[in-house]
């Protein structure tokens, strides 16, 4: 008769799906309420830069003006705040939702309140969704449920994020829409599976680059990061990658080159558009760049014709054929987002916003010079690793060691690296700016999948590997860290927010008092409805001062 084995047996990581679901769950529910309970403390006139200028585009978006630009062009954020607006003004919430309403305002400045918490609660409903696409992410990258609610855990306890859902910035869109969604898209574009499918999500992919390009020139970075995956992918595919059948594949290649065609039309045709009404607008640069841009892309499929069969020759018109997709993806946000616009806007003003968006991604020369003339880029860049030190010290150290995990697909190791890669260069990239806090999301987002997906492997390492005491230990240490990284996220987050710009205090600075009167940055509407109102900046300060007595009124 065998003995009964006593031995423990390895918990296998499914028995704990159902506890992080809810787990993940709970930290949804507590970023809200902890994003919720900030702003009702903070005074509405915190950080009014990009909080009073991007509400008072979508208010202009909302009455078919065309905002002005400064260094971002921020068309789906402003779009979507639009948007957000018009619902909430249909369902009762908000009785301004245009600049003719604003204007009819007895007095305007009770109304930016109330607009400027309506901008929060957008921005916190924007994180809640980045956090889920994240989590989808990981998901298909591991397919493991464990690693998607451990990146619902960790991006929760992201000061970087959370910042973000207290503002009205673009950048939150711009990593959402690049790091996450494009390369989601690029990811499933790059597995096995009918090409038809694979070519659609490659497309996609290219397109929410260009939407995250829409939304901050920086975001352009991120349609190199996915073609640089569509190279790792096919290098680390492997023996067992699948091949064409036939030589009957290859010639269906040029058919499979309509997408990037069609969308090299449509890029034409908004130019011809734009060139008829708005030249000025658009300057002959940047004309002559995205035609040649669309040219290029829409020609890359042909070389589908050409009958050569080397290995060599194959792989690269592989590489070309996504490289064709991607950029027609990109290119074709362009007159979707002209699409989108027309759709709360008259012609003129959609073409002169999408002109001057336009110009700004095909010749930002001017606009670099001014705002990106920072000389110590090192400096600043050290600044950025001080203020995430472990995740700047201790992320590329996890990558490293997956590295030499043999257990580890090569795939997902590529793709790490690729994550790292993106995060560091980003972070250099935006050194050359002057500001900080708003930036510390384009390295905290990668970094935080890399922890997500690299622990979830290590954890099925030391499942094979581990005595079960070791493994409790090592359970005990990771679950202690993240749940002091997740407790203190509140306390980061409210630090990184009131330490942005000091202006909480009456009465308010000259610079809160120009963004809320007389920037230039506003509509030339908007400033005749102040000054209509208020006078000069004189009078609009003793008005302002008088309304902020009442401490009602502050909060």
């Known amino acids: 008769m065998t003995p009964p084995d006593n031995t423990p047996r390895p918990i296998p990581l499914q028995t704990g799906r159902w506890p992080a ?55 789906p954020m402003k779009y979507l705040l639009a948007l957000d607006f018009r619902a909430r003004h249909f369902l009762g919430q908000l009785p301004v939702w245009n600049l003719k309403k604003f204007g009819d305002s007895a007095d305007p400045l009770r109304e930016i309140p109330a607009l400027i918490r309506a901008g ?6 924007l994180v809640m969704g980045f956090i889920l696409a994240a989590a989808a992410l990981a998901y298909s990258v591991s397919r493991r449920p464990a690693a998607a609610c451990l990146t619902v855990i960790l991006l929760g306890g992201s000061s970087g994020l959370l910042f973000h859902g207290l503002l009205t910035r673009p950048e939150l869109l711009c990593v959402g829409f690049g790091n996450v969604l494009a390369l989601l898209c690029t990811w499933r574009g790059t597995l096995p599976g009918p090409w038809l499918r694979n070519h659609l999500w490659l497309l996609l992919a290219g397109f929410f680059g260009g939407l995250a390009a829409l939304a901050k020139l920086p975001g352009v970075c991120y349609l190199v990061l996915g073609y640089g995956w569509c190279w790792l992918a096919a290098l680390t595919a492997g023996k067992n990658a699948p091949v064409p059948a036939s030589p009957r594949a290859e010639e269906d290649g040029f058919w499979r080159g309509l ?26 640069v940047a004309v002559g760049r995205l035609r040649f841009a669309a ?143 708003q930036y510390s999301l384009f390295a905290q987002a990668p970094f935080l999948l890399i922890w997500a997906l690299g622990l979830h492997q290590l954890a099925e390492w030391t499942e094979q590997t581990w005595g079960p005491w070791r493994r409790r230990l090592a359970l005990v240490a990771v679950i202690g860290v ?21 202006d909480a205090m009456l009465p308010l600075n000259n610079f809160s008092v120009t963004f809320l009167f007389d920037h230039d940055a506003h509509t030339p509407t908007y400033l005749r409805i102040m000054r209509e109102h208020y006078g000069n900046r004189e009078q609009f300060v003793r008005a302002l001062e008088a309304y902020l007595a009442n401490p009602d009124n502050r909060h």
């Open 21 to 75: 679901v809810l787990l993940s769950l709970a930290v949804l529910v507590l970023t809200w309420f902890s994003l919720g309970a900030i702003s009702r403390r903070d005074p509405w006139y915190r950080n009014l830069d990009m909080n009073s200028q991007n509400t008072a585009d979508a208010l202009a978006l909302n009455s078919g003006l065309s905002p002005n630009l400064i260094d971002q062009p921020g068309v």
């Open 120 to 125: 929060r609660t957008h921005s916190r409903i």
């Open 259 to 284: 997408l990037p065609a069609a969308a090299a039309v449509g890029v034409l045709g908004l130019l011809f558009r734009l060139s008829a009404l708005q030249d000025d607008e658009l300057g002959a």
């Open 295 to 437: 040219v290029a892309i829409g020609a890359l499929p042909v070389l589908a014709l050409w009958p050569g069969r080397h290995p060599v020759w194959r792989f690269l018109l592989a590489r070309s054929r996504e490289l064709a997709l991607l950029g027609a993806g990109a290119l074709a946000s362009f007159p979707v987002g002209y699409l989108l616009l027309r759709s709360i806007q008259p012609e003129p003003a959609a073409l002169d916003y999408i002109a001057r968006t336009l110009h700004l991604l095909a010749d930002p020369a001017a606009m670099v010079r001014i705002h990106a003339a920072n000389p110590e880029v090192g400096k600043v860049f050290l600044i950025f690793v001080r203020q995430d030190a472990f995740l700047f010290l201790a992320t590329p150290v996890l990558v490293a060691t997956l590295l030499f995990v043999p257990r580890v697909p090569s795939r997902l190791k590529a793709f790490l690296v690729l994550l790292l890669a993106g995060g560091v260069g980003l972070t250099l990239l935006l050194s050359k700016r002057h500001f900080l806090a």
């Open 482 to 502: 993240v749940a002091s990284f997740l407790l203190t996220a509140h306390r980061r987050t409210h630090l990184k927010y009131t330490n942005y710009q000091d």
